[in-house]
């Protein structure tokens, strides 16, 4: 089951769309060039969660881009009618996880008008089982060092476009060779992140706990999820940490995670073949603070 709302100006609250036949035009760049944007925003119990922190990065990407969107409110009531519509011609359960993705293109050539639209389906069984049961994790060089991002702005580096093919050949090769999912490092060796996550990795020294992520200025996106987490995680009493981080450190770590709007908090099992230090303990209490996030 999956909703589409489009983001039109003749309707206030958003259109319906049929996902069942095609709607978005052939000559649309998004499918022509992958020239646009998106967010991944996850729903519980028919609310979304984030959704500010999504709207703003959004922005974000959209003023990298060049891109014209539309207002906040309009995202606000679009998502709402999406969620509306889903809830009411569905039967699965209230509590149901629901992906919701906010998706915009430059329009079909030549119109000078985005294309924009809410999209709402179930969370996949994999990305929760993945959730639970953890994850094999391949570390491979992005191609780039950790300071091209300053240096070529043009290449979008953090900014959240529709260009992933990249990032989609990753993990088929990471599955190609009996792993889940990828860590993306620098030329120059600097840990960076994952194709649709974020690095976290916690150091017990001394009673002392301390949640660390790569740093923003090697040309990562920045996560909204990891963001909300270090919030709840220092008012718990965290210390917290932003790189630069190098692949020894995920080794030495007392636990190390990739998490996201959609997967959340995922613990990583074993990394390059080399199994990681169980870490039950840690990811149960940085779950239960994910939990708190809104």
């Known amino acids: 089951m999956t909703v589409l709302v489009f983001l039109d100006p003749a309707y206030d609250d958003g259109r319906i769309a049929d996902a ?34 999504h709207l703003d990065r959004l922005g974000s990407s959209a003023l990298a881009l060049n891109l014209a969107l539309p207002s906040q409110d309009a995202w606000r009531r679009a998502i709402a009618t999406a969620l509306d519509a889903y809830a009411a011609t569905t039967a699965g359960p209230a509590d149901a996880e629901l992906a919701v ?25 994999r990305t929760q089982r993945q959730r639970r049961e953890g994850l094999s994790v391949l570390l491979l060089d992005r191609g780039y060092d950790s300071t091209v991002a300053q ?36 030329s120059d060796g600097k840990v960076l992140e994952g194709p649709t996550s974020t690095v976290l990795l916690a150091r017990v020294r001394d009673g002392v706990k301390t949640l660390l992520t790569p740093q923003l200025e090697s040309g990562i996106l920045p996560g909204t999820s990891q963001s909300a987490l270090f919030s709840v995680a220092k008012a718990a009493g ?23 709007s959609i997967r959340l908090l995922a613990p990583v099992n074993s990394l390059a073949g080399r199994q990681i230090a169980p870490a039950a303990g840690l990811t149960a209490e940085l779950t239960e603070l994910v939990a708190k996030i809104s």
């Open 238 to 260: 965290w210390d917290l940490g932003y790189g630069p981080l190098v692949p020894a450190d995920l080794f030495d770590a007392d636990g190390v995670w990739l998490i996201s």
């Open 20 to 53: 069942s036949v095609p709607q978005l035009m052939a000559t649309d760049l998004g499918a022509t060039r992958g020239d646009g944007i998106f967010e991944s925003l996850l729903a519980l119990n028919g609310e979304a969660r984030k959704v500010q922190a």
């Open 151 to 186: 240096r070529a702005p043009w290449l979008l580096m953090g900014a959240k476009s529709l260009s992933y093919a990249v990032n989609m050949a990753a993990v088929r090769y990471a599955q190609a060779h009996g792993a889940d999912d990828v860590i993306f490092t620098s």
């Open 101 to 125: 993705k906010l998706l915009v293109t430059r329009g079909v050539e030549g119109a000078d008008a985005p294309t924009a639209w809410v999209q709402v389906a179930p969370v996949p069984a």
